[in-house]
Nanobody, 126 residues
Framework: QVQLVESGGGLVQAGGSLRLSCAAS????????VAWFRQAPGKEREFIAG????????KYSNSVKGRFTISRDRAKNTVSLQMNSLKREDTAIYYC???????????????????WGQGTQVTVSS
């Protein structure tokens, strides 16, 4: 059974940092596109960061560019999201996702991704 499990969410003050991790089990995603999405109450799930399977290409939404960094540890089969300079509008449930059908192209549409974690809550207070 394939599972993605996120961790690292929590409550942080504006301006602070958090690091989210996503551990995969059941199969390896070392050569798959992996991404982070988030969903705030009453809003659609949005793409925020993606990493190509080759590891040499990243994509970020304008809302997080320059503040968030996605990375991968192939040996541990994990994906991380380092979040700095957090803002109140970053409050959401954060999900990791894997797209094993793509290696080089990072797609921002959620329905392309076959595997999802259960989500982890990030709350940024003022």
């Amino acid at each position: 059974q394939v599972q993605l499990v996120e961790s690292g969410g929590g409550l942080v003050q504006a301006g602070g940092s958090l690091r989210l991790s996503c551990a995969a089990s059941g199969r390896t995603f070392s050569n798959s596109v992996v991404a982070w999405f988030r969903q705030a109450p009453g809003k659609e799930r949005e793409f925020i960061a993606g990493l190509s399977g080759s590891g040499d290409s990243t994509k970020y939404s304008n809302s997080v560019k320059g503040r968030f960094t996605i990375s991968r540890d192939r040996a541990k089969n994990t994906v991380s999201l380092q979040m700095n300079s957090l803002k109140r509008e970053d409050t959401a449930i954060y999900y990791c996702a894997a797209d094993p059908d793509h290696i080089f192209v990072i797609v921002v549409t959620p329905n392309v991704y076959d595997y999802w974690g259960q989500g982890t809550q990030v709350t940024v207070s003022s």
